[in-house]
């Protein structure tokens, strides 16, 4: 999957500083008429539950009454529709609600739990072109992503249903005679879930997916960029526990701005907080919830880089370096933003690249023959541009792009710079857009200290066919990132294994493998069931 997830400088991490997340677009509220969801081209929202002005609030129940707030459409900057947000004493009722919700979703049986979230990936299944449509639309990813992305939820789903069977301890011997001695686990109780513009459904979906067959409850807040997604798929999912008779509250949702974020990281009440976004916000997020001693999920940035060595297959290198800088417009947290070629291949591989981004197709996201959409907000069109002018003064040589597009919505053209050193201010900073910083190296040893020098540690890829060097690259002098790929790119992970990163991206793990022991707590419990009270490490206490 194309992941990410994590938010830029338009970024709902970034967005939590601000007091008033209708900052983010500052238009006044839009006339009826003028929004597209009257508009006959997008009758088609109106299939997902979605008018006008739309509730932000739901704990069982459909409210809101906060700031009203407009969500924008990437590619032409016209209105979507409305979102009424979440005050703070309405985030004080869903989460009391969604804690009473707990205690009986706590005692239904795990695989019971797994049938409703296979109902989950089902009703998801049914309204994926639309929702995938809804998501190209408010998020500016082209169609064909914004539909494998709900297809990301389904397979989490589908995943967590097998999970709901399989979940459980050890049983480990006692070196105690007539004892027992097992691992128990159990959930944790409310998992709080804030996700980012760039994943807006897939993020919650592996979280959401995992957190509710380990028999969590869950309270959402979506990025305020893209409202009218965490909205549509809430009422998806409501309908399934409403369905069965189950209480909505067990899956709430307050939209709102930094007072309902800060809340969240706050509440002793969430026992575990799950944060995409960007490292300087997740930092803070994190420092709230250590003061209370709460349990955290981190997934932040990523500063990827591809390696690619001599003997690289170069017709494996050039589509994967396109796919992994220019998809979803750079704005993926597992982006190339970093592409180091060994000298011997570095002026092929940088002709090829530049070319093949000439041919990368620009349009409408919900086009199906685009490839390459719009920048999510034009702060990240600003944020672009002055990146470019950073590497220029670092230093930087324009390959090609450079330039804000010259069409309505918040296009810009898919960059290459080279000659930067590998250690310039800018190539060690994530820059949430597609920018490709092209670094020429010598050793094996130069390439996997570059990789490793930048703060984060999400994702990183090398092209090699020497054998010896795969596994030095996934060894304990490789790679010190979470994802360490060869001869595929940084973006594109499975949904089995486990996603994320190390040092500034967070420590979080989410979706596959184990990754299901984040949302429990576990207990070791000894069971005497003798009629004698032997002491461990044959302490004698007569």
């Known amino acids: 999957m194309q992941r990410c997830l994590t938010l830029t400088f338009a970024r709902h991490s970034r967005l939590l500083l601000r007091n008033k997340f209708g900052s983010v677009h500052s238009q006044q509220s839009a006339a009826m008429s003028s929004l597209l969801i009257n508009q006959p081209k997008y009758a088609w929202l109106k299939e997902l539950g979605l008018s006008e002005d739309n509730p932000g609030v739901y704990n069982g129940s459909w409210g809101g009454s906060g700031e009203v707030v407009t969500s924008y459409c990437p590619a032409n900057n016209e209105p979507i529709a409305r979102v009424i947000q979440a005050t703070l004493a309405e985030y004080e009722e869903t989460v009391q609600k969604t804690k009473e919700a707990w205690k009986l979703w706590a005692d239904i049986p795990a695989p019971k739990r797994g049938e409703i979230v296979r109902q989950i990936g089902d009703a998801l299944r049914k309204k994926i072109k639309v929702l995938g449509s809804l998501v190209s639309l408010e998020m500016g990813k082209i169609y064909v992503e914004g539909v494998g992305e709900v297809q ?192 011997s291949v570095h002026d092929t591989v940088i002709e090829r690249v530049a070319n093949a981004y000439k041919q990368v197709r620009i349009g409408d996201p919900w086009d199906p023959s685009t490839l390459y959409g719009p920048l999510h907000t034009k702060q990240a069109v600003e944020q672009y541009l002055a990146a470019i002018e950073q590497a220029k003064q670092q230093g930087g040589t324009l390959v090609c792009g450079g330039k804000v597009m010259d069409r309505p919505g918040n296009y810009v053209e898919p960059t290459i710079i080279a000659g930067l050193a590998h250690d310039a201010p800018i190539v060690q900073t994530e820059t949430f857009v597609p920018i490709l910083y092209v670094l020429k190296f010598k050793t094996e040893e130069e390439a996997f200290a570059w990789n490793n020098e930048v703060k984060q540690g999400l994702s990183s890829s090398i092209f090699t066919k020497d054998m010896g060097r795969v596994f030095r690259w996934l060894g304990p002098k490789g790679s010190d990132c979470g994802i360490v790929n060869v001869n595929i790119p940084t973006s594109g992970a ?49």
Not at 532 to 538: E, K, R
């Open 152 to 343: 990301e939820y389904v397979d989490v789903c589908d995943y967590a249903v097998g999970l709901s069977r399989m979940i459980g301890g050890p049983i480990l011997p006692s070196e105690r005679p007539g004892h027992a001695l097992i691992e128990q686990w159990n959930p944790v109780g409310l998992v709080g879930i804030i996700t980012a513009f760039n994943f807006p459904v897939a993020v919650y979906g592996w979280n959401n997916a995992i957190a509710l067959t380990c028999g969590n409850v869950c309270l959402w807040k979506g990025a305020p960029t893209t409202p009218l997604t965490s909205v549509a798929v809430t009422k998806i999912v409501a309908e399934v526990f409403e369905q069965n008779n189950l209480p909505g509250a067990i899956c709430s949702m307050t939209c709102g701005g930094a007072d309902i974020g800060t809340a969240m990281a706050k509440d002793e009440r969430v026992d575990l907080l799950s944060f995409t976004g960007s490292t300087n916000v997740g930092k803070m997020v994190a420092m709230m919830v250590q003061e209370r001693f709460g349990r955290k999920l981190l997934e932040l940035g990523g500063n990827n880089a591809i390696i690619v060595f001599e003997d690289a297959d170069l017709n494996l290198v050039v589509p994967s370096a396109v796919f992994a800088s220019v998809g979803t417009a750079g704005q993926r947290c597992t982006t190339t933003r970093r592409l180091m070629l060994h000298e």
């Open 494 to 542: 499975e949904i089995g294994g486990a996603f994320g990163g190390e040092k500034h991206t967070g420590g979080g793990r989410e979706s596959g493998s184990d990754s299901w022991k984040q949302y429990m707590r576990r207990s070791t419990c000894t069971i005497n069931y003798s009629k004698d009270l032997p002491l461990a490490q044959g302490i004698k206490f007569e």
